[in-house]
């Protein structure tokens, strides 16, 4: 039964794992139509660019799928295979280069983003059917102002979600907005559309409990509790060993629950008195003089070991 837990929990996490690793978590994320003053390519020209997100928490290997700028032809460029910079970390960006010139690279399209009108973009799965994702770049677009999420990854449901749970929210309640520097928005390719200076929990906390008495009355709760639980768990496990002892005497000697009892709960001073009769009788080392005794001690020579018997006699004059 142990085993088929583990190896049904094993199959879980695995699934769970392929999930979280899948190409549809992949976002358009921003896009810049016209570049006149920003990012340059690996060639060092400045072209049109379109941002790609991984919004799981797995790596997404993006090789395989399409990249088009017309829906009736979902297959236009796929992006190459056997390129280990297409495998795209967790919460990162990747960047296409909308350039025509898809011999410079794995990152270059076969084709470009026409300023003047609208440019439709899509994300097709490998099998070139799967719509993973899309969107339509308005007309008029202003140079080196590009266009995204106004949080990386997000979807109608996140901004709805925002909105609700946050009534002061200020960033407005469209998904895609553009980003302008004097608007307090920065292009940011291979980056975060949304730069996060600050902690929102931290803010909300000196919003709604600025002196501190909500968490000092949180921590001293959670302390208390804490010690209660342990008082507690210590009493049970102290009740249950001095059952366990009772259980063990009466079976050892015979007596009744009352007797064993009335024997473990006598008072200190007669325990007391027990344990030192015990060391009394116990105690086992002799009594200690200052007399010191030597006792001469026989040895037995033989004529052929001892010295004494190889020395010459001392002459006589």
């Known amino acids: 039964m142990k085993y088929k837990f583990i190896i049904v929990l094993s199959g879980l996490l695995a699934v769970i794992n392929l999930q979280a690793q899948r190409t549809t978590s992949l976002k358009i994320n921003e896009i ?60 990162q960006h990747i960047l296409f280069w909308a350039d025509s010139k898809p011999a410079r690279g794995t990152f270059h399209l076969n084709f470009t983003l026409i300023p003047d009108k609208a440019n439709f973009i899509a994300l097709f799965d490998s099998d070139g059917s799967t719509l993973i994702d899309s969107v339509t770049v308005p ?73 501190g008495a909500g968490m000092t009355l949180t921590a001293m709760g959670v302390v208390f509790s804490g010690l209660i639980l342990l008082y507690l768990l210590f009493k049970l496990i102290g009740n249950t060993a001095v059952s366990l002892s009772h259980r063990r005497a009466m079976k050892a000697s015979g007596m009744t629950k009352e007797e064993v009892k009335g024997i473990t709960q006598q008072s200190g001073d007669v325990l007391a008195a027990i344990a030192m009769a015990i060391y009394e009788a116990t105690e086992l080392h002799d009594e200690e003089h200052t007399i010191l005794t030597i006792k001469n001690t026989a040895r037995n020579y033989s004529p052929w070991s001892s010295k004494i018997y190889t020395l010459r006699e001392t002459p006589k004059k």
Do not use: H
Not at 55 to 76: E, M, Q, R
């Open 32 to 91: 810049l139509v016209i570049n006149e003053d920003n990012f340059l390519d690996d060639y060092g020209t400045k072209n049109p660019w379109i941002e790609i997100y991984n919004n799981s928490p797995g790596t997404v290997n993006i090789a395989g799928c399409y990249l088009t700028d017309d829906i009736k032809f979902p297959k236009k460029y796929m992006i190459p295979k056997g390129d280990v910079l297409t495998k795209i970390s967790p919460r």
């Open 139 to 211: 007309a008029g677009q202003i140079p080196d102002v590009s266009y995204g999420l106004i949080v990386d990854g997000w979807t109608q449901k996140n901004l709805e979600q925002e909105i609700r749970l946050n009534p002061s929210y200020k960033d407005g309640k469209q998904l895609w907005v553009y980003f302008n520097e004097k608007e307090g928005r920065f292009v940011t390719p291979s980056s975060n559309n949304k730069i996060l200076d600050t902690n929102d929990k931290i803010e909300n906390f000196k919003e709604n409990d600025s002196i």
